[in-house]
């Protein structure tokens, strides 16, 4: 059974780098794409981006100037890293695992429990 | 960017009922539309892909449709498991953008 697990630090100072990792078990990240959205306190959800271990990462134009996704598959984690934050980062972060059904359907199949990461000063 | 808007915002509906939640795309995005369901504290759990495909182990009850540029979710004989918040998702375009939500509330 494929789970998900995103880590790191549920606090971030203003103007600095949000680092997270994605650790993925039951399956290789080599077989998927693999996603993350976040979800602001009370809020709807985001798309951030996802990454193909191979690939380049597709990023979210919004964000695009301050993310980094990137795949370790030797560890079979994904990461996330997001620079300059401010509060209005603050928000739940999901990693996800990416189908793609029929080359065309693009479909958040997994998804991890999520990590609250608050952003102050 | 794509402008996903569901209606209604939220719903109070009982045991059993028959619930209808619409997703309206601000442009064609022909059928690459998902919908999610996520439960208080949870993270959202899959239930649809391109605009009525079953995720597998998602029951029956729940079923998907296109009109145009409007989807729908409905959900038969609603069960205390199914109150929760729904949520809409085009990949059509980049970047992927989800609807606001509908919350169904017991009544």
């Known amino acids: 059974q494929v789970q998900l697990q995103e880590s790191g630090p549920g606090l971030v100072k203003t103007s600095e780098t949000l680092s997270l990792t994605c650790t993925v078990s039951?399956?290789?990240?080599?077989?998927?794409?693999w996603a993350w959205i976040r979800q602001p306190p009370g809020k709807g959800l985001e798309w951030i981006g996802y990454i193909y271990y191979s690939g380049r990462p597709n990023y979210n134009p919004s964000l695009k100037s301050r993310l980094t996704i990137s795949a370790d598959r030797s560890r079979d984690q994904i990461s996330l890293k997001m620079n300059t934050v401010t509060a209005t980062d603050t928000a739940v972060y999901y990693c996800a695992r990416l189908n793609r059904y029929n080359w065309v359907h693009w479909a958040l199949e997994i998804w991890g429990q999520g990590i609250l990461v608050t952003v102050s000063s | 960017d794509i402008q996903m808007t569901q209606s209604p915002s939220s719903l109070s509906a009982s045991v059993g009922d028959r619930v209808t939640i619409t997703c309206r795309a601000s442009q064609d995005i022909d059928n690459y539309l998902a919908w999610f369901q996520q439960k208080k504290g949870r993270a959202p759990r899959s239930l649809i892909f391109g605009a009525s495909s079953l995720h597998s182990g998602v029951p029956s009850k729940f079923s998907g449709s296109r009109s145009g540029t409007q989807f729908t979710l409905t959900i038969t004989s609603l069960q205390p498991e199914d109150f929760a918040t729904y949520y809409c998702q085009q990949y059509y375009n980049y970047p992927w953008t989800f609807g606001q939500g509908t919350k169904v509330e017991i009544k």
């Open positions: 039951g399956d290789s990240i080599s077989t998927f794409y």
